[in-house]
């Protein structure tokens, strides 16, 4: 039987976003990952637009990659802006190794995400 662990999923609680589509999760073998909301803040002064995908994995020991075909946010957080997210039952639940979730911001260095969660092992 599976082993459940609860809470925040990444050893860094918070991570900031790259200018570019980069992993924040990357789903380890064996393991079924449920992601069930995160936390996004934007801690400049300006608005920065943020971006997340819920990317499966490209076979092998290879992420895929972040396209309009898996994005599933596109927000403008407002500066000092915080968002959260929720996601009811299951969550979106990462099942193969390198299923992953990535992420954007306009500006590098600018936005935090937090990501909450179970995993089964």
């Known amino acids: 039987m599976a082993t459940p662990t609860h809470g925040v999923l990444v050893a860094a609680l918070v991570q900031q976003l790259a200018a570019a ?14 992601i069930k909301g995160w936390r996004l803040f934007n801690s400049g002064s300006n608005p920065e637009l943020v971006k997340i995908y819920v990317v499966p994995a490209a076979g092998g020991p290879v992420l895929g990659v972040a396209a309009a075909a898996n994005q599933v946010l596109e927000y403008t ?8 997210e929720d996601f009811p039952a299951m969550g979106i639940v990462l ?18 995400l937090v990501l909450f969660g179970d995993t089964a092992v």
């Open 21 to 34: 589509a980069a992993a924040v999760y990357d789903n380890p073998s064996s393991t079924t990952t449920y």
């Open 77 to 84: 957080l407002q500066a000092k802006e915080s968002l959260t």
């Open 95 to 112: 099942g193969t190794q390198h299923d992953s979730i990535q992420a954007m911001a306009a500006d590098a260095s600018t936005v935090n």
